[in-house]
């Protein structure tokens, strides 16, 4: 008979397995879908519309998801979800199959897509630390950088053997591949075994959620700050190989590096996440991505870059782990489900924000001025927060002194009395 701790380690098993392989899936066709919209439709503006589109329900996701995020609480309703996806995803290669691929139906499929990530990216997550937590004590930390270091594992290597896929001439087929993938992720949730929370009369909003949880605000606020300056990375290093006659050669030591950075970073970042304050660990790993910024902005050769971008891919792991650990740590069931889809939102907003304005920047300024000012930018945020945490420690501290000197002397008052 299987145990409580042995269904667990199933579970956990099915679920990183799942999101695993659609994350790989994803990465593989990110280097063919460009290509098969550009055939299709001859547009290079169109070969946005679908990753554009798929941004705006998770943004809007705090008025229209609250009920549906918390109902994501067991692996065959996230099957679901998943089933939705795999539709979202299959409806691009469908229409290049009948020739009727184009804007319209780029945008139908990104806003379904965005409307089921919206649900599916916290709910599995909330999910593995559920079952993290049957499992032992920090197990749900564990399974979390676990699927986060998946993931950026699937960011190394997905993107090549996408290039031997399409130099194959399985261009089309890799749309195909993902969407089956993403139902197959589905289908190994549906034996996991949920954790239901018990009714409540109202659903947590999510800051309803933040309230009593001031440090997961904080981290925010740096790991928004950082998403919001990406675009000066990737872009900015995609601008400089083609001004210098290089394209791809910069954007691709950077990435590269970044990636195998963050498979290190994930190896040793639950040690240091279970021995540092979370915040602190937060502010210092952002302002060290920041002044790796900085350094490709002031020596631009792509041996400096991949360098540079490995550091940075370590310490964005930490400072990533660092605040998913303490929403796991303070939180459970309704309340985690909020707070993971908060997380979601301020990842996917900050990240569109600053590829809203990154053309505009990098084209006034130059892309080595934008990595030295995304860089500065980044660090006097993940800096700011540190004596702004200390000033509200402070106030909280002397409001509490004061609530006991004025209970004193209330009491020595009804002595008198």
């Given at each position: 008979m299987r145990t409580a701790a042995g269904r667990a380690r199933r579970d956990a098993l099915f679920l990183l397995a799942g999101s695993g392989t659609a994350d790989l899936a994803y990465r593989i066709t990110q280097v063919a879908f460009p290509l098969v919209v550009l055939q299709q439709t001859g547009s290079v503006a169109a070969t946005g519309l679908a990753g554009g589109a798929s941004g705006i329900p998770v943004v809007l996701s705090p008025w229209w998801a609250r009920k549906a995020r918390q109902w994501v609480d067991s692996g065959p309703r996230l099957a679901v979800v998943a089933a939705v996806q795999a539709v979202a995803l299959a409806m691009v290669p469908a229409a290049a199959v009948l020739g009727l691929l184009g804007p319209e139906v780029l945008i139908a499929s990104g806003l379904l897509l965005g409307c089921g990530d919206a649900l599916a990216t916290p709910g599995r997550a909330a999910l593995l630390a559920d079952t993290g937590d049957r499992w032992g004590p920090d197990k749900a930390v564990l399974l979390l950088t676990w699927q986060d270091g998946i993931r950026r594992a699937g960011m190394v290597v997905g993107p090549p053997l996408g290039a031997l896929a399409i130099a194959a001439g399985f261009t089309d087929g890799l749309l195909w591949v993902e969407a089956g993938t993403v139902l197959?992720?589905?289908?190994?949730?549906?034996?996991v075994t949920g954790e239901r929370s018990p009714a409540i009369r109202e659903l947590p909003s999510i800051r309803a959620s933040l309230v009593g949880r001031s440090d997961v605000l904080y981290g925010w606020i740096v790991r928004g700050a950082g998403c919001f300056t990406w675009f000066a990375f990737t872009l900015g290093l995609s601008v400089i190989g083609a001004e210098r006659g290089q394209p791809g050669v910069y954007?691709?030591?950077?990435?590269?590096?970044?990636?195998?950075?963050?498979?290190?970073?994930?190896?040793?970042?639950?040690?240091?996440?279970?021995?540092?304050p979370p915040v602190p660990l937060t502010a210092i790993a952002w302002t060290v991505v920041g002044s790796c910024w900085i350094g490709m902005g002031v020596w631009t050769t792509p041996a400096a870059v991949a360098v540079l971008g490995a550091l940075s891919g370590v310490t964005?792991?930490?400072?990533?782990?660092?605040?998913?650990?303490?929403?796991?740590?303070?939180?459970?069931?309704a309340q985690r489900r909020a707070l993971l889809s908060g997380q979601s939102v301020v990842v996917n907003a900050s990240s569109s924000a600053g590829l809203l304005i990154g053309g505009p920047v990098l084209a006034v300024i130059g892309a080595e001025h934008t990595l030295i000012g995304a860089g500065l930018v980044t660090c006097l945020v993940a800096l700011?927060?540190?004596?702004?945490?200390?000033?509200?420690?402070?106030?909280?501290?002397?409001?509490?002194?004061?609530?006991?000197?004025?209970?004193?002397?209330?009491?020595?008052?009804?002595?008198?009395?």
């Open positions: 197959v992720a589905g289908l190994l949730a549906v034996s954007v691709a030591a950077g990435m590269s590096g970044y990636g195998v950075g963050s498979v290190v970073g994930t190896l040793i970042s639950l040690a240091l996440i279970r021995r540092f964005i792991v930490l400072g990533i782990g660092a605040i998913t650990a303490l929403i796991t740590w303070t939180s459970a069931g700011g927060v540190l004596p702004a945490r200390r000033n509200r420690e402070a106030r909280k501290t002397r409001g509490c002194q004061n609530a006991e000197h004025d209970g004193d002397r209330d009491h020595h008052v009804g002595r008198a009395a």
